[in-house]
């Protein structure tokens, strides 16, 4: 663990960050987190149970005192989103994430920190090893591929467990408690391509510096996706100049905006200046259009010589270039019930262009479940009219906002004597397990808390120390403090 940031640890939290941080946890390669949380539970004599799945619940007793207050469920995700610099070398498999503190903020080397969710891992770790704490029966939910359509909360099995609480750990703003989120679901577009052979020079156009983030909680901040201005460009350029299309792709998670992607095209071997000069043009277009919103937007050009190729037929790419074109991306409908919240958007996440298909996967959000099919159909109808298949995947449903809640209550109360303010209620446009969980345990009083964090699925995601330990500090509270006789406020 490093010394600045051991000097700087609460209760364990940040060593037992440092632990988990070790491990590689990327989506789907759960088993030795899910393993190291099991060896946990086992040096300290705790009950635990590991589902196929890899989610692992692990539960502490009431203490004296505690037995007959009603449990309460902790519950996080395991898994992180792997991002990384494009020229890095850090392999998500087998590299642990390199921790840096700046200050109050901690952030990784170049990649992802994997503080969603691991901060809620950590918290949840650092309760259960604190021997002197009051508490009531603590669940601790810790679940698996969270990041790629929550496949392990939809597997949990929650029916041995007792309890009539929740408090989810995977918000990522201090004094914001959430008591709702929006469903979703995966919706991948596969078009079948046709290829000719053709001679001619070939080069290959990258585009990068856009700032990405999260297709939920960014979707707002008038984020421009990286495969829809690939897109943009080549829509832009056929005017400008004749090509082929060799390869496309950009984006590597369908919950991420894509931050960079990249075209390789055929051209006219002697067609090579007018070809730069064009795109240079185009792109100094975007530039303008995007300095405020995108300032750090950039370009490359390189030339992969002449020879023989294999390039997209002329009917395939207009099928191809129509789809991206017409693809909707970003927000579709503000809510009506929560000023600024986003209700529906759908994110252009990953764009492979294979050698006989085009694999585009686009993820769907709306905290109303019809108009969240809406759009899925929409797609559906655009990609089959074009030819192609439509398969949706990983689907989960929204969590929906309760009137009365005697959990946001008792929260609401010990955080305004704890800190002075109000803490402010509201909904979220991102994913949250919570969906799942209330289906399972319907009934359940559910909030959902955490830590200031920024920019998280991206490699600039950064987490503040204080803030970590003031919520956890917080959390400690709220478990010590009996809610059995707590009366809920009038709606």
């Known amino acids: 663990m490093d010394k600045q940031l051991e000097q700087m640890d609460y209760k364990g939290i940040f060593k037992y ?63 992180m989103v792997c991002e990384k610099r494009k020229e890095g070398t850090h392999d998500f498999l087998k590299d642990g994430i390199k921790l840096l503190v700046d200050g109050d903020y901690l952030h990784a080397d170049g990649t ?29 939910v810790f679940t698996s591929d969270e990041e790629v359509g929550m496949n392990g909360a ?20 201090e004094g914001y408690l959430l008591a709702s989120c929006a469903g979703g679901l995966t919706g991948t577009c596969t078009l079948p391509l046709k290829r000719e052979t053709e001679e001619g020079k070939a080069i290959k156009i990258s585009i990068g510096g856009l700032k990405g983030g999260h297709s939920g909680t960014d979707m707002i901040n008038n984020r421009t996706n990286a495969n829809k201005l690939l897109a943009r460009l080549l829509f832009d350029l056929r005017e400008e100049v004749p090509f082929s ?3 496309m792709e950009g984006g590597y998670k369908d ?34 259009e995007l300095a405020r919103s995108e300032p750090d937007l950039e370009y490359s050009l390189e030339d992969l010589g002449d020879g023989e190729y294999n390039p997209l037929h002329p009917i395939s790419f207009e099928k191809l270039l129509f789809l991206l ?23 252009l996440g990953i764009f492979r262009l294979e050698e006989e298909e085009a694999v585009i996967c686009n993820s769907v959000r709306s905290s109303k479940s019809s108009y969240k099919q809406y759009i899925s159909k929409r797609l559906e109808y655009l990609v089959e009219f074009l030819g192609g298949e439509y398969i949706v ?19 609401q109360k010990h955080y305004k004597e704890m800190y002075g303010k109000e803490m402010k209620v509201e909904a979220i446009h991102a994913g949250l397990e919570c969906g799942f969980i209330s289906e399972k345990m319907p009934g359940l009083d ?14 600039d995601e950064r987490v503040s120390i204080s803030s970590t330990i003031r919520v956890y500090q917080f959390l400690e509270r709220i478990l010590s403090e009996k809610i059995a006789d707590f009366r809920v406020s009038p709606a």
């Not at 894509?258 to 975007?286: C, H, N, W």
């Not at 579709?332 to 958007?345: A, K, N, P, T, Y």
């Open 255 to 288: 919950n991420v905006i894509p931050r960079e992607a990249f075209a390789k095209l055929l051209i006219s071997s002697g067609d090579f200046k007018q070809t730069s000069d064009s795109i240079q043009a185009i792109m100094e277009v975007y530039k303008k």
């Open 17 to 79: 960050f440092s632990e988990i941080s070790k491990i590689p946890r990327g989506s789907g390669n759960e088993v030795e987190i899910s393993e190291y949380l099991v060896s946990f539970a086992k040096s300290r004599g705790l009950v635990y149970n590991k589902d196929e799945a890899n989610n692992v619940i692990i539960i502490k007793e009431a203490t004296p005192g505690y037995e007959n207050e009603p449990a309460i469920m902790l519950q996080g995700h395991m898994d």
């Open 325 to 347: 074109i017409q693809i909707p991306y970003g927000v579709q409908v503000m809510s009506s019930d929560i000023e600024g919240l986003v209700e529906s958007s759908l994110n």
């Open 112 to 140: 992802t920190l994997g503080a969603d969710n691991g901060i809620a891992v950590a918290y949840m770790l650092a309760l259960l090893s604190d021997k002197d704490l009051k508490h009531p029966r603590i669940e601790t």
């Open 393 to 411: 995947r990983s689907q989960y449903p929204a969590w929906e906002f309760k009137k009365e809640s005697k959990l946001r209550d008792h929260l």
């Open 154 to 173: 939809k597997a949990l099995d929650l029916s041995s467990l007792k309890s009539q609480y929740l408090i989810n750990l995977d918000s990522g703003e």
């Open 245 to 247: 299309v060799l390869h």
């Open 446 to 459: 559910i909030v959902s808390i955490g830590p200031d964090m920024s920019r998280i699925h991206t490699i």
